[in-house]
């Protein structure tokens, strides 16, 4: 079976960004907008980065023009608002598709292996947690819109889906209780 490990993408400055480099880290994945209602989430995205990026949370945002054609700048446009108005140190992507024919390969990956599957009996604590945070974290496999966050265990496994209303520091105690 796949894991995120097996998917390699591009940075927005058109660096290669091998998942691979997240073994052993508990990942955040979001695909993001610069022009939507829930951007500033960016913020929260960026503080989770830097109060865990050391314990070893990596926080990957994925541009996408998909919803609403929130996201319609070039790679330039998309760094320089990210930078100038939340400071983003965290990884961002290349611009890609979550939906449709065009889905990249890793959010193909990510939506046919959403947590329902992957849920384990001996994550009791961690599903406590996930339930309290957000009980309708999976809805289906299509993305429903900008700044739907997948959680990924330090061994590559999704461990929840979070709706694109989930604040980032709701998912906190999640994502310490992995770390």
Excluded at 106 to 124: H, Q
Aim: hydrophobic share 40%; charged share 25%; with cysteine.
């Amino acid at each position: 079976m796949a894991s995120i490990y097996d998917f390699s993408l591009r940075t927005l400055d058109g660096k290669p960004l091998d998942l691979a480099a997240c073994k052993g880290k508990v990942a955040l994945l979001v695909n993001t907008a610069s022009k939507c209602g829930l951007t500033p989430q960016y913020a929260g995205l960026e503080a989770l980065h830097r109060e865990f990026g050391d314990r070893g949370l990596a926080v990957i945002g994925f541009p996408c023009n998909q919803f609403g054609a929130q996201e319609p700048g070039d790679a330039a446009e998309i760094s320089d608002f990210c930078d100038k108005n939340y400071g983003v140190g965290f990884t961002l992507s290349e611009k890609i598709e979550v939906n449709g024919e065009g889905t990249a390969p890793l959010y193909r990956y990510l939506r046919e292996n959403a947590p329902a599957e992957t849920m384990s009996e001996g994550s009791g604590k961690l599903i406590e947690i996930l339930q309290k945070i957000n009980p309708e974290a999976l809805i289906g496999n299509a993305i429903k819109w900008n700044f739907t966050k997948f959680l990924v265990d330090r061994e590559g496994r999704i461990v929840a889906r979070f709706d694109p209303t989930t604040a980032p520091e709701a998912i906190q105690p999640a994502i310490e209780a992995l770390l």
